[in-house]
């Protein structure tokens, strides 16, 4: 079978940083992507790897490890408004399998 | 205004009730998509469409039928709904999947509840 594995929740400190593992089993591999999903909105894209290797985006940075089956998205400087789920998600032979969410609740 | 939207927003239903959710975009992409989102699951593919006429099932399309009359539209029916058809439904567009990111960009979402 298909699988992405996510924590289910993780809480951080205004300010610092905190990494999102995501781990896959997937019959293919075409690329991953993160996307944010804000409480009761429609997720948005943040990121997208298909090479090994790390990606930087401002204060958020992905990680893959194709080897592996691995990837982490990277949060720094965390500000309040990034309190959301962050969604993991491989597209396996042109479709995308969906990890549930990692819920990041941040504290002042 | 949103590129993709999503009509209605909300909406209380009984069960055995026709739906009809209706998704449209502003994209000029080929293809949309229809999932549904449960807590603790994630997003799960109901229907797919590559282009007008087409349709594909997705993991979860029992239950469900979508239409793609035109290529700015996109809308998914449930015949006759049941209580755990309550959820989160999303439509989305893309352009290629693999073209540069193959980014997905969803509509707000529509939260249907079956009594």
């Known amino acids: 079978g298909q699988n992405i594995d996510q924590p289910t929740e993780m809480t951080a400190t205004e300010g610092a940083i905190v990494q999102i593992n995501c781990t896959y089993q997937t019959s293919g591999f075409n690329g991953l992507f993160w996307y944010q999903q804000h409480a009761g909105e429609a997720p948005t894209f943040l990121s997208y790897n298909v090479l090994d290797g790390l990606e930087e985006k401002g204060r958020f940075s992905s990680f893959l490890s194709r080897s592996k089956g691995y990837s982490y998205l990277l949060l720094k400087e965390l500000q309040m408004k990034d309190s959301a789920s962050y969604l993991c998600a491989v597209d396996s032979n042109y479709q995308l399998i969906w990890g549930a969410g990692t819920k990041l609740i941040i504290k002042p | 205004d949103a590129d993709v939207t999503q009509t209605p927003r909300n909406r209380i239903t009984k069960t055995g009730k026709r739906i009809m959710l209706e998704c449209s975009q502003t994209k000029g992409h080929d293809r949309m998509y229809w999932y549904r989102q449960d807590p603790g699951l994630g997003l799960r593919l109901i229907y797919y469409s590559f282009d007008v006429k087409d349709i594909n099932k997705g993991e979860i399309s029992d239950g469900y039928s979508v239409s793609r009359q035109a290529q700015a539209k996109f809308s998914l029916s449930l015949e006759s709904a049941i209580p755990n058809q309550t959820a989160l439904y999303f439509c989305?567009?893309?352009?290629?999947?693999?073209?540069?990111?193959?980014?997905?960009?969803f509509g707000e979402g529509s939260r249907l509840t079956v009594l």
């Open positions: 989305a567009t893309g352009d290629r999947l693999t073209s540069n990111t193959g980014e997905l960009f």
